[in-house]
């Protein structure tokens, strides 16, 4: 199961504030206001994190490489929530000096039969759920509760399971349903801390068209919900 479900440690945003560039001068212009993006961050042939493409579709080079634990892998993309100061490199173009990192997890959507144990629901506090702006990912927003244990944070199980795919009589719309796979696989449940999910909508199991929905079922400490996401 834990080959298709993403198994994670919840942990605090990572700080880079070591990374900065004593040769970059944001100055007090419109380009040294810290941000915050979702963003697609791209490693190098050393697995340094070089460059970014945020959501609204600006790419971005780093302003020196960072080399981040969970971003393991040589030339790979990763999704993240990076806080970052927008700078002028030394040619005048747009650069991002990094503050900040925080990994979004972005688990595969398997169907329901795949999971021989069932799909479990611990429940998770829903904040927020989202389209990107370019498109490409379904986003949520949750709190997931957390401890310590054996000096650690344990590990959890995040995932998205697809129930069904209805279509609606008469029409050719379809209706995707989706719940959330959460397993707290015993850590305790001592304080919230965020977790972000991004669903590439790449990689659902159809091509959404005009018209059709994906609908995610949640289970929270104050009861099952859904939340719509329009085509």
Known sequence: MRT???????????????????????????????????????????ARMVSVETDGGERLPLTSPVAVAWM????????ALLYYDKVADAGGSPAARPVTLKQVLVPRVVSAAALKGGTKTDPVTFVSSWTGANGKYLNLELLVKVGQVDGGYGSQTIGIVCDSIVATPGDS???VHLSLYHDQNNVPEYYSTEAYVSI????????????????????????????????
Do not use: W
């Open 4 to 46: 298709i479900l993403k198994t994670f440690i919840l942990a605090a945003a990572l700080s880079l504030a070591a990374c900065e560039n004593g040769a970059y001068d944001t100055g007090d212009g419109a380009l040294s206001a810290m941000r915050a993006d979702f963003v697609e961050a791209h490693t190098d042939a050393e």
């Open 72 to 79: 393991d892998r040589p030339d790979t993309t990763y999704r």
């Open 200 to 231: 590439p909508v790449a990689g659902l199991p159809v091509s959404p068209a005009e018209g059709d929905e994906v609908i995610i079922r949640l289970n929270t400490y104050g009861g099952i919900i859904t939340r719509t996401f329009e085509f």
């Open 173 to 175: 719309r379809r209706r």
